[in-house]
């Protein structure tokens, strides 16, 4: 549907404003190396890239800032059910945020490292890094069938990456209800709009993707 292409496209493109700014900060080395240094082992998934701690999965800054401002700087104010528990639903139920997340990221460290978005004429460019994502438009190729140009062969598309997305979000339902609060939680603290502080503390047979393996 129209909604979840918008909801899916709106985290590519936070995913890809975050990653570009973050290399556009570090000086130590070159945007591409980065990009596949997280690549390895899917280390953007965790707070410490070069300690992977599976007890941590979903964890890394860029999981956390990523899925505070695509997901739930969108459902904060939500209804009050009671009956429903809604709050704990709302920071719980989120195993497919948290799965769009890290594909959206893995696209974008993806995008970086194989040169298919440049960010050498955006290192001077002095605007927060989620206002720079009404900038990025990756390329379009040649399509040699109809003879036009077109942007299909690097879309957020489900064609190209549902399946991963799919792996992601079993790996992230394996974390569980408790694990998966906590991640939120912890997500929350990104965000600075009102009421947002009252959720950043809580009481604590196919061919398996790698990617379900990262819980």
């Not at 990025?136 to 190209?160: C, D, I, M, Q, R």
Request: with cysteine; proline share 3%; net charge neutral.
């Amino acid at each position: 549907t129209q909604r979840v292409s918008e909801w899916r496209s709106n985290f590519g493109s936070t995913a890809l404003a975050i990653v570009i700014d973050f290399c556009i900060s570090n000086k130590d080395m070159s945007a591409k190396e980065l990009a596949a240094l997280f690549l390895h082992r899917y280390a953007f998934l965790y707070p410490n890239p070069d300690e992977i701690d599976k007890k941590e999965t979903f964890r890394s800054t860029f999981v956390r800032e990523l899925l505070a401002t695509a997901h739930l700087s969108r459902i904060l104010g939500h209804a009050d059910v009671p009956a429903l528990n809604t709050d704990r639903l709302a920071q719980s139920g989120i195993a497919g945020a948290l799965g769009l997340c890290a594909v959206s990221l893995e696209r974008a460290f993806d995008l970086i490292k194989d040169s298919i978005v440049s960010i050498d004429h955006l290192e001077d460019t002095d605007i927060p890094a989620t206002s720079r994502k009404t900038r990025f438009k990756t390329p379009k190729t040649l399509n040699k069938v109809t003879g036009k140009e077109t942007s299909t062969e690097h879309a957020f598309s489900v064609v190209k990456w549902g399946s991963k997305t799919t792996a992601f979000i079993c790996a992230a339902q394996k974390k569980g209800p408790e694990a998966i609060q906590l991640t939120a939680s912890m997500a929350y603290k990104h965000l600075k709009k009102p009421g947002a502080e009252k959720h950043a503390s809580i009481d604590s047979d196919d061919e398996m993707d790698d990617r379900e393996d990262v819980w």
